[in-house]
Structures are given as structure tokens and as C-alpha cells.
């Protein structure tokens, strides 16, 4: 009996260090080298500050920005530390409600839009935290933006479409615009923002 659990003592702290210790740092090391940057948070910097990533959401609420959809991620939104969906089902009173308020805030806030408002600017992503919309749901604000920031709206849609991303290997996701992105170039084109 001695043995065996000798034996099973060994065979728990080997696996402990090979699957909890030497396999983590493998993968991490070999991230760092081949694409450090995905590794590291895809962290943007703006003048030497931080001011995003790429890859989690932030809310926008200036008339000079375009919003992205909303999040339900923590409290108030947009909290990387509270990944997650809102869970409410089509049957939610609840979600029927923010949705319809969301509706008319953009409506209200967005009054030379054409047609309906964008789907996915009233509705959460599984995570609260996509930092996409589509080209679409970005030009639909785009009157708005253009107004707000004195800019031509066709130049406007074209920096829009510049920041376009094509799908991922050419058939994974749809083409999108990353908010973050875009507004930072919004910022540039008119030294500093709105």
C-alpha cells in the first residue's frame, strides 16, 4: 500500500508541474514570440498614453464619436473585468424595454439617420464587450458624427470605409469597424476630437 501511494504521490506532482507549471509557460513563451502584440492585450497607445485595445469595447457617448452596440459587461457596461452577455431571453420584459428606450435614444439622437436603427446598436454581444459593428451600423451614425464634428459626410464615409476589416481568412465573420479605431481616426482628421 506504501509503494502505490508513493507512486500516485509522484505521478500527482509530476503532472502538477508538467500541466500546471512547464506546459503555461511553453504556451506563454511561445505567444510572446509569435505574436506578442495579441499576447500583451492588443493594447493601443495614443501620445504615449493607453487608451484601449482593440479587442474590448469602450463605451462612446459624444455626439462626435460613433457608439458602439451596448454592453452589458458589469454595473454600467463596458467592465473587462465582468465579461458577459445580459442573458435575457426574447421573452424578457426587461430586454423589450431597454431595447425599445435604446431605439428611441438613437432615434431622438440620430434624427437624418436613413431608415430603421441597426439591429446590433441595440442589442449586447455575447461577451458586452465586441469593439465591432458593422460598416453599415457605423454609416448609419455617420450623419450624426459629421454634423457633430463639421466634417463632410463623404469624407467622412470614406475614412469609415478605409478602417473596414475584410473577414478573417476571407470566409470566417462578417467585414467590420472597429469603434475604437475608427474614432481615434476621427480624432486625427480633426486634431483632437469633438
Do not use: C
Amino acid at each position: 500500500m506504501r509503494n502505490e501511494l508513493i507512486v500516485a504521490l509522484r505521478m500527482t506532482v509530476l503532472t502538477l508541474v508538467l500541466t500546471g507549471l512547464l506546459y503555461p509557460l511553453a504556451l506563454t513563451g511561445a505567444a510572446q514570440a509569435l505574436l506578442p502584440k495579441q499576447a500583451n492585450g492588443s493594447l493601443v497607445e495614443l501620445d504615449g498614453r493607453l487608451v484601449g485595445s482593440e479587442l474590448i469595447g469602450q463605451a462612446f457617448a459624444l455626439p462626435g464619436h460613433f457608439q458602439p452596440r451596448p454592453s452589458a459587461a458589469g454595473a454600467s457596461g463596458y467592465d473587462a473585468a465582468a465579461s458577459s452577455g445580459s442573458n435575457l431571453g426574447p421573452t424578457s420584459l426587461k430586454l423589450r424595454d431597454r431595447v425599445a428606450a435604446d431605439v428611441a435614444r438613437l432615434t431622438a439622437g440620430n434624427p437624418q439617420a436613413p431608415g430603421p436603427v441597426p439591429l446590433e446598436l441595440v442589442t449586447t454581444s455575447a461577451s458586452g464587450l465586441d469593439p465591432h459593428l458593422s460598416p453599415e451600423a457605423a454609416l448609419w451614425q455617420l450623419p450624426r458624427v459629421a454634423a457633430a464634428r463639421g466634417v463632410a459626410a463623404g469624407e467622412l464615409e470614406a475614412l469609415v470605409r478605409s478602417r473596414v476589416e475584410p473577414r478573417t481568412l476571407g470566409v470566417l465573420g462578417e467585414p467590420r469597424v472597429n469603434v475604437l479605431e475608427v474614432n481615434l481616426a476621427l480624432d486625427r482628421l480633426t486634431e483632437g476630437g469633438p
